[in-house]
């Protein structure tokens, strides 16, 4: 079909994966597509729509000009008995009216091992059946309501997190750990951005970020995702013997940056 019209401006967007398996008190990360209409580049807010409980979207903000970013989301620690539909919507400014679009749930697929698509799925599920959950409290009606649920790890400081173009900043995050040494990584970074080092203080981790000058081009923005683990010992009470293995500290939530 062809369309002879002055531009309109538009959005659509599609979450994926279209089906996210979840754990209480954890950060689930996920991805949300823009799909960019007749020109329109500006930034999109991203917010959770009719999801039950005190669950939180960290990074919600799809950058002018970015075609997706990684966002996570945040399970408190009392979970539906059921999976449930998570729904995110985007909120823009177009034209000076405000424009608000749900998004789409989708698959990343692949066609012919060449072609990449983004399938539409008939919804987004996040399913909790595969973790053992604590009961769903029978607090009547009436209660008075929980204030949002904080996790223990949390990103301190301002954000987004300001990066200097061939240089380093030091970002600090809370982790509840063990004595010991606390290993983080990015999962899926913009090129050129790393983790130059990881120290440890008295209540988490002291990061240091940085973005090569050649590959990072000032104005990059965007979240980064990273995963926290520890290097453990375990001893075998009855032989005596000691064997290492990776402990999982779990996902931290998005890191905005710029």
Same mark, same amino acid.
């Given at each position: 079909?062809?369309?002879?019209?002055?531009?309109?401006?538009?959005?659509?967007?599609?979450?994926?994966? @279209?089906?996210? #398996?979840?754990?209480?008190?954890?950060?689930?990360?996920?991805?949300?597509?823009?799909?960019? !209409? $007749?020109?329109?580049?500006?930034?999109?807010?991203?917010?959770? %729509?009719?999801?039950?409980?005190?669950?939180?979207?960290?990074?919600?903000?799809?950058?002018?000009?970015?075609? %997706?970013?990684?966002?996570?989301?945040?399970?408190?620690?009392?979970?539906?008995?059921?999976?449930?539909?998570?729904?995110?919507?985007?909120?823009? *400014?177009?034209?000076?009216?405000?424009?608000?679009?749900?998004?789409?749930?989708?698959?990343?697929?692949?066609?012919?091992?060449?072609? %990449?698509?983004?399938?539409?799925?008939?919804?987004?599920?996040?399913?909790?059946? $595969?973790?053992? %959950?604590?009961?769903? @409290?029978?607090?009547?009606?009436?209660?008075?309501?929980?204030?949002?649920?904080?996790?223990?790890?949390?990103?301190?400081?301002?954000?987004?997190? /300001?990066?200097?173009?061939?240089?380093?900043?030091?970002?600090?995050?809370?982790?509840?750990?063990?004595?010991?040494?606390?290993? *983080?990584?990015?999962?899926?970074?913009?090129?050129?951005?790393?983790?130059?080092? *990881?120290?440890?203080?008295?209540?988490?981790?002291?990061? @240091?970020?940085?973005?090569?000058?050649? /590959?990072?081009?000032?104005?990059? +923005?965007? #979240?980064?995702?990273? #995963?926290?683990?520890?290097?453990?010992?375990?001893?075998? +009470?009855?032989?005596? !013997?000691?064997?290492?293995?990776?402990?999982?500290?779990?996902?931290?939530?998005?890191?905005?940056? !710029?």
């Amino acid at each position: 079909r062809l369309r002879i019209s002055p531009p309109r401006p538009d959005f659509a967007l599609r979450v994926v994966p @279209s089906r996210i #398996n979840a754990r209480a008190r954890q950060f689930v990360p996920f991805t949300v597509f823009a799909l960019r !209409k $007749d020109g329109f580049s500006g930034e999109i807010a991203l917010s959770l %729509k009719g999801i039950p409980g005190d669950f939180s979207l960290f990074g919600g903000m799809l950058p002018a000009g970015r075609e %997706k970013v990684r966002v996570t989301l945040l399970v408190p620690p009392v979970l539906p008995d059921e999976r449930i539909s998570l729904g995110v919507e985007g909120h823009a *400014v177009i034209a000076g009216q405000e424009v608000v679009r749900t998004a789409v749930p989708a698959d990343d697929m692949m066609q012919a091992f060449a072609y %990449k698509h983004l399938g539409p799925a008939e919804d987004l599920e996040v399913d909790f059946r $595969d973790w053992q %959950k604590p009961p769903v @409290s029978k607090a009547p009606a009436t209660h008075t309501p929980r204030p949002p649920y904080r996790s223990p790890i949390a990103i301190l400081g301002d954000q987004p997190v /300001k990066i200097p173009a061939g240089g380093t900043v030091e970002l600090r995050v809370t982790i509840p750990a063990r004595e010991g040494e606390i290993q *983080v990584e990015l999962s899926d970074p913009p090129e050129g951005i790393t983790i130059d080092s *990881v120290s440890r203080f008295d209540e988490g981790a002291a990061i @240091s970020l940085r973005a090569d000058a050649e /590959k990072a081009k000032p104005g990059l +923005k965007g #979240n980064l995702i990273a #995963n926290a683990s520890q290097q453990r010992t375990l001893t075998d +009470k009855r032989s005596g !013997k000691t064997r290492e293995y990776r402990a999982v500290l779990g996902t931290l939530p998005a890191i905005p940056f !710029k």
